[in-house]
C-alpha cells in the first residue's frame, strides 16, 4: 500500500482528504505544521508528499527545500490557494513535481497522484501476488501466472482501484460478451486464484477490499 504524507493544517479540508486518500487506498500520515511534516519524513518513508504552502512553523516550500537538500527524492505535489507567477515559480524550484490549485477537484487530484505513484513505483503487492502495473504481469513469488485476455482486464480494473466501486458497465467495456452471469464467473475465478477480498455493492458494481 502506498503511503502519504499530509500537511494540511486546515481541519475540514485534512479531514476530508484523509478520507478519500484512504478510500483510494492509500496509507495517510498527517501533518499539522511544517515540523510535524519533517519529524514524520525522518521517522518513516513516503511514496508522496501532498504539502499545502500555508503552514505553521515551516512552510512548504521551505520545508520540501529541506528535504531535498538532504537528497530526499520522494515525489511531492503542492496543493495551495497561491496562484500568482512567484509562488508557482518558487514551488517548482523546490523540485516540486505537481502544483496543484485550490480549491481542486478531489477526483482530479486522486487521478494525479495514482499516476504518479504508479510511474515511480509500478509494483502492486496484493497478499502473495504481485502486480506490474506498467507491464501488466503477474508474479505469485517467483511464478508469473497467465491470464486469458478479459480476467487480464478485469483483474487490472480491479488492482488499479483499490477499494473504489467499480460499475458493471466498466468490467463490460473489456469483455467479449458482456453479462452479469459472465461477469460474476471471472470475478469467481480471479477470487479463487487470488484470494481477492471482494465486496458485491448491490446494483452498481464491485470493490476489491484491502487484505
Known sequence: MSKILLLEDDYLLSQTLMTLLEEAGFDVVHAQDGEEALSFSYESSFDLYLFDINVPFISGIDLLKLLRDNHDKTPAFFISAYKDIQTITKAFDSACDDYIKKPF??????????????????????????????????????????????????????????????????????????????????????????????????????????I
Request: aromatic share 10%; hydrophobic share 40%.
Open 105 to 210: 477537484d478531489f477526483d482530479e487530484l486522486i487521478v494525479r497522484i495514482k499516476a504518479h505513484i504508479h510511474k515511480q513505483n509500478p509494483l502492486m503487492t496484493y497478499g502473495d501476488t504481485q502486480y506490474d502495473l506498467l507491464t501488466k504481469r503477474i508474479f505469485c513469488g517467483d511464478k508469473e501466472i497467465d491470464l486469458g485476455y478479459v480476467e487480464k482486464a478485469i483483474f487490472d480494473l480491479l488492482m488499479r482501484n483499490l477499494c473504489q466501486t467499480i460499475a458493471k458497465e466498466d468490467f463490460f467495456d473489456v469483455m467479449e460478451k458482456p453479462s452479469d452471469v459472465a461477469l460474476r464467473v471471472h470475478l469467481t475465478k480471479l477470487k479463487q486464484r487470488f484470494s481477492l477480498n471482494l465486496t458485491n455493492v448491490k446494483g452498481i458494481g464491485y470493490r476489491l477490499e484491502k
